[in-house]
Every structure is written in structure tokens, then in C-alpha cells.
């Protein structure tokens, strides 16, 4: 097949690469945890991708993410917020707020109709606005993201996690089952603490008329509805919900071939 470029996203949690056609259309797609090594462990995946799709050495790599400068072979580096809002644009094809749920930070890119990213906010100083700290919680309770929506159905609201520090919530969920509160109560939550402070970062921009998501926490339907819900606006995953930062990556790299 023929292969236009490949982007890789070395995130904090998981580490991402697609190889793109010359249309922009993802290809082939890989994803792993992020290893202690991320220079190595990114050589051996944009070697697989080429591998996979029969792409040469002189396939035009870029890279994005918080270890983008550990890529040794990417010939492009760029930041999250170009990438993620350059794959966002492409995917939706039209002006959009992405909300962008990782495992380090969470990102708000408002993005123009021109596909160019008006503004941005971000929340990279505390893990309680961040994937990592539904991660922490959720598996604390032994719950998956596929259990999480049907709990947030059943549950009534009745109780509330005042501590937005991912150690004192914990320690908070504690005392909570001790009590014997049960359990779809402290995941409503802990989502809907979540959901605030995620909010929060969204107004910064100002209320947009819908959003759309991407990263991780896209992958918890419970967190996209009740998000949507606490903002009063349409909550849309984007497809590749994961891969949004390297396919960015990917169609800068290819930016100056035909069709991208």
C-alpha cells in the first residue's frame, strides 16, 4: 500500500502511531503502554508500521506528545494542541471545541473553521482533571469503563467526593464503602467531581454549542454523557477518539503531499 507518513503520539499512559495514506485515511494503527524506554519502544513501532504497510525508510515521520523530543528518527516535531487540533479538523470537517482526555493532562482546543486552533486551555498541574485519576479510582473499585454508564443510570446522586487531590479521594472512596454507601453512588461521584472540573476548563473558552472528544477518557461512555450533561450541550466522541493526536501528527508530516 502507499503510505504518505506516519505520526506517533508518545502520551504519558499509552504511546500511539498510525501510518496515513496519501487521502489522510488511517492505514494501520498501533498502541501500547508508554515504556521507561520511549526512544526505543517508538523506533520499534514506526519500524512495525512500516513493516506492515511496506513503506520505505524514507517515509516522512513526525511526533507529538510529552516525549515527542525522545523520537530519535521523527523528522518533524510538533506540540499536542497542533496535533490533536490538526486530526480533530480532519475528522469532523468542520469548526469544533474538542475536549481531549489523557492520561497526563486534559486539553480544550477550540478550533476555527479554517481548521486553524483559536484558543486553548489545558489542566497539566493536577492529576484530578486527568485520566489518571478516574484510572486510579476506578480500578481502585475494580470497575472497568464499559460498567461505568449503566452505574451512573442507577445511581441517585446522594452523595458528593469534596477533595479533588486523587490521594484524598481516595481515601475518601474508602471511608464512603465503609459506611456501606454503595458503590454506583461513589462512581456518580467521582464523575461528576470529574465532570465539573473538566467543565471548568471547557467555559474558560467560553460555552461552545457542542463538543467533541478524544484521548482515553473518550472511551468512558458514562464520563462523555454525563460531561455533555453537566455543560447542557451535545457530547460527540470522535472516531480514532485515541489516535487524534498522531493522526495529527501524521497529516503534518504529509503536509505537503497532494490531497492532505
Same mark, same amino acid.
Given at each position: 500500500?502507499?503510505?504518505?507518513?506516519?505520526?506517533?503520539?508518545?502520551?504519558?499512559?499509552?504511546?500511539?502511531?498510525?501510518?496515513?495514506?496519501?487521502?489522510?485515511?488511517?492505514?494501520?494503527?498501533?498502541?501500547?503502554?508508554?515504556?521507561?524506554?520511549?526512544?526505543?519502544?517508538?523506533?520499534?513501532?514506526?519500524?512495525?508500521?512500516?513493516?506492515?504497510?511496506?513503506?520505505?525508510?524514507?517515509?516522512?515521520?513526525?511526533?507529538?506528545?510529552?516525549?515527542?523530543?525522545?523520537?530519535?528518527?521523527?523528522?518533524?516535531?510538533?506540540?499536542?494542541?497542533?496535533? +490533536?487540533?490538526?486530526?480533530?479538523?480532519?475528522?469532523?470537517?468542520?469548526?469544533?471545541?474538542?475536549?481531549?482526555?489523557?492520561?497526563?493532562?486534559?486539553?480544550?482546543?477550540?478550533?476555527?473553521?479554517?481548521?486553524?486552533?483559536?484558543?486553548?486551555?489545558?489542566?497539566?498541574?493536577?492529576?484530578?482533571?486527568?485520566?489518571?485519576?478516574?484510572?486510579?479510582?476506578?480500578?481502585?473499585?475494580?470497575?472497568?469503563?464499559?460498567?461505568?454508564?449503566?452505574?451512573?443510570?442507577?445511581?441517585?446522586?446522594?452523595?458528593?467526593?469534596?477533595?479533588?487531590?486523587?490521594?484524598?479521594?481516595?481515601?475518601?472512596?474508602?471511608?464512603?464503602? =465503609?459506611?456501606?454507601?454503595?458503590?454506583?453512588?461513589?462512581?456518580?461521584?467521582? +464523575?461528576?467531581?470529574?465532570?465539573?472540573?473538566?467543565?471548568?476548563?471547557?467555559?474558560?473558552?467560553?460555552?461552545?454549542? =457542542?463538543? +467533541?472528544?478524544?484521548?482515553?477518557?473518550?472511551?468512558?461512555?458514562?464520563?462523555?454523557?454525563?460531561?455533555?450533561?453537566?455543560?447542557?450541550?451535545?457530547?460527540?466522541?470522535?472516531?480514532?477518539?485515541?489516535?487524534?493526536? =498522531?493522526?495529527?501528527?501524521?497529516?503534518?508530516?504529509?503536509?505537503?503531499?497532494?490531497?492532505?
Amino acid at each position: 500500500m502507499t503510505i504518505a507518513s506516519i505520526g506517533l503520539d508518545a502520551g504519558s499512559t499509552t504511546v500511539k502511531a498510525v501510518a496515513i495514506n496519501p487521502e489522510g485515511q488511517i492505514a494501520a494503527r498501533v498502541i501500547e503502554n508508554t515504556k521507561p524506554d520511549i526512544s526505543s519502544q517508538a523506533e520499534r513501532l514506526i519500524e512495525g508500521l512500516r513493516s506492515e504497510t511496506g513503506s520505505g525508510p524514507d517515509t516522512t515521520v513526525s511526533a507529538t506528545g510529552y516525549g515527542r523530543k525522545m523520537v530519535r528518527n521523527a523528522g518533524k516535531v510538533i506540540t499536542e494542541i497542533t496535533a +490533536h487540533g490538526r486530526g480533530a479538523f480532519f475528522l469532523a470537517g468542520k469548526a469544533l471545541t474538542l475536549v481531549d482526555v489523557g492520561g497526563q493532562d486534559s486539553k480544550v482546543i477550540r478550533i476555527a473553521a479554517s481548521g486553524n486552533v483559536e484558543d486553548f486551555a489545558m489542566n497539566d498541574k493536577c492529576a484530578a482533571g486527568t485520566g489518571r485519576f478516574l484510572e486510579v479510582i476506578l480500578h481502585r473499585l475494580e470497575i472497568g469503563y464499559d460498567q461505568v454508564e449503566p452505574m451512573l443510570d442507577r445511581a441517585s446522586g446522594s452523595v458528593s467526593i469534596s477533595n479533588t487531590c486523587t490521594v484524598f479521594a481516595e481515601s475518601e472512596i474508602i471511608s464512603l464503602l =465503609a459506611r456501606g454507601v454503595p458503590v454506583e453512588e461513589i462512581v456518580y461521584a467521582v +464523575h461528576a467531581a470529574f465532570a465539573e472540573r473538566v467543565g471548568s476548563l471547557v467555559m474558560r473558552l467560553g460555552r461552545p454549542s =457542542a463538543i +467533541h472528544m478524544s484521548g482515553g477518557g473518550a472511551r468512558n461512555a458514562g464520563l462523555v454523557k454525563l460531561l455533555g450533561k453537566h455543560l447542557c450541550v451535545p457530547a460527540t466522541v470522535l472516531p480514532e477518539a485515541q489516535f487524534v493526536g =498522531a493522526l495529527g501528527a501524521a497529516l503534518t508530516a504529509a503536509s505537503t503531499r497532494a490531497g492532505i
